[in-house]
C-alpha cells in the first residue's frame, strides 16, 4: 500500500503498486528516459567453485531506481522492456557497462582475466541480428575476449526459432563466448535442449535448491539434472542458495558452481573491491581455501 513517508510526503510504492502503474504510463517512454538519466546501474553478484571455493567470477544484473517509482524489480521492468521494444537500448547499455567495469576490473587486479562475466539477455535481444553483428567491434573498444564473458539466455529464447538459435549460438561461440542456460527446470525445459544446442553450463534454477534437504524428491532431480547434464559434458550452477545445507548438498551432489544470499548478494562494483581482492590473492594460493 501508498505510504506518506515523513514531511516530503513521498509516496512508496509496493511492488504490486509499481507493476499497476507502470501498465497505465508509457513505459516505454519512461524506460528511455531511464537511460539518459542515469537511473541504471548494474550490481554484481559472485559465483564460487563449490570444489574449492575459488572466485569464478560474476552475473551481473540490472538495477532500475526511478526518482518517482523507486526501485523496481527487473523481473516487472525486463518483460514490460520486451513488449514495447526498448529491451534492445536496455541491453545495448548493459552490454557497454559490463564491459566497461570489465575492463576496468582486469586493470586493477591481476587473475581476474580468468573469471568470467555473465551477462543476462533476453530472447529478443539474442536473436536482434544488428546486435550479433555489431558485437565484435563492442568487444573490440573494451578489449574484452570471448573467454572472460558468458551469455546467459532462458529456453523461451532458443524453442521458438531454433534454426535461428543455433547458428546464433554457434556465432557467439566462434568468439569463445560461454553460453549458459538460465533457469533451467523451469518454463519449457526439455533435457533435449542440452543435446541439440551447445550448452556450455545450465543455472538450476532457485525453486530446486530452496527445496534441497526439505524434500527428498527435489533432492533426488537436482542430482539427476547434474548427472545428466556432466554426462553431456556441460558443467553446472545453482542459483539462489540461501542456507550452508543447500551448499553442502550441492557439493556432494557434485555441482560445479554456487551463486546465492548465503555466497554473497548482489553489489554495485564499488563494494566489492575488498571481496575481489581477498578472493584473487586466495587463489593465487597466499591464502588457504576454505
Ligand atoms: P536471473 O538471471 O535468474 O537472476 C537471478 C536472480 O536471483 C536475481 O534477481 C538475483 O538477485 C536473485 N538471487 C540471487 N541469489 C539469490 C538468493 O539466494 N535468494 C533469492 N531469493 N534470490 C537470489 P534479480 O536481480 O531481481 O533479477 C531477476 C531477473 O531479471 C533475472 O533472473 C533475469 O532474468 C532478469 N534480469 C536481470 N538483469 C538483467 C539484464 O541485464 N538483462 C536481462 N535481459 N534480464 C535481466
Ligand atoms: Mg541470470
Ligand atoms: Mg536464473
Ligand atoms: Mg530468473
Known amino acids: 500500500r501508498a505510504k506518506l ?18 501498465k497505465q504510463v508509457d513505459t516505454e517512454k519512461l524506460l528511455r528516459q531511464a537511460i ?9 553478484q559472485p559465483i564460487i567453485s563449490l570444489s574449492d571455493g575459488r572466485l569464478t567470477g560474476f552475473e551481473a544484473l540490472l538495477r532500475w531506481n526511478n526518482p518517482i517509482l523507486g526501485n523496481v524489480s527487473p523481473d516487472v521492468f525486463i518483460p514490460l522492456a520486451e513488449a514495447n521494444g526498448t529491451i534492445i537500448q536496455l541491453g545495448q547499455w548493459v552490454f557497454e557497462s559490463a564491459f566497461i567495469q570489465l575492463k576496468a576490473w582486469k586493470e586493477e587486479f591481476t587473475g581476474f582475466d580468468n573469471l568470467v562475466l ?17 558485437f565484435p567491434k563492442l568487444m573490440d573498444t573494451y578489449n574484452i575476449k570471448g ?16 534454426a535461428l538459435a543455433i547458428k546464433v549460438i554457434n556465432d557467439f561461440k566462434k568468439y569463445g563466448i560461454h553460453i549458459h542456460l538460465d ?5 519449457y525445459s526439455s533435457i533435449s535442449h542440452l543435446v541439440g544446442f551447445q550448452i ?18 527435489e533432492d533426488k532431480l537436482v542430482q539427476a539434472i547434474i548427472n545428466f547434464a556432466h554426462n553431456l559434458g556441460i558443467k553446472c550452477t545453482a542459483e539462489g542458495i540461501e542456507e550452508a545445507a543447500q551448499q553442502r548438498l550441492l557439493s556432494i551432489a557434485n555441482c560445479d558452481y554456487a551463486q546465492g544470499y548465503f555466497i554473497a548478494k548482489p553489489a554495485p562494483a564499488s563494494q566489492l573491491t575488498e ?3 581477498e578472493h584473487l590473492s586466495r587463489s593465487k594460493g597466499l591464502l588457504p581455501p576454505e
Not at 513521498?10 to 503498486?17: A, P, S, T
Open 5 to 22: 513517508n515523513g514531511k516530503n510526503c513521498h509516496i512508496v510504492f509496493d511492488e504490486e503498486m509499481r507493476s499497476q502503474l507502470l
Open 36 to 44: 539518459e538519466n542515469d537511473e541504471l546501474t548494474l550490481y554484481y
Open 118 to 134: 555473465s551477462i543476462n539477455m533476453s530472447p529478443v535481444q539474442f536473436l536482434d541480428k544488428l546486435f550479433l553483428k555489431n
Open 147 to 162: 573467454s572472460e564473458i558468458a551469455i546467459e539466455i532462458t529456453e523461451t529464447a532458443i524453442i521458438h526459432k531454433k
Open 183 to 187: 533457469d533451467f527446470g523451469t518454463g
Open 200 to 217: 556450455d553450463l545450465i543455472k538450476i534454477d532457485r525453486s530446486f535448491i530452496e527445496l534441497l534437504g526439505v524434500n527428498s524428491k
Open 275 to 277: 571481496f575481489i581482492r
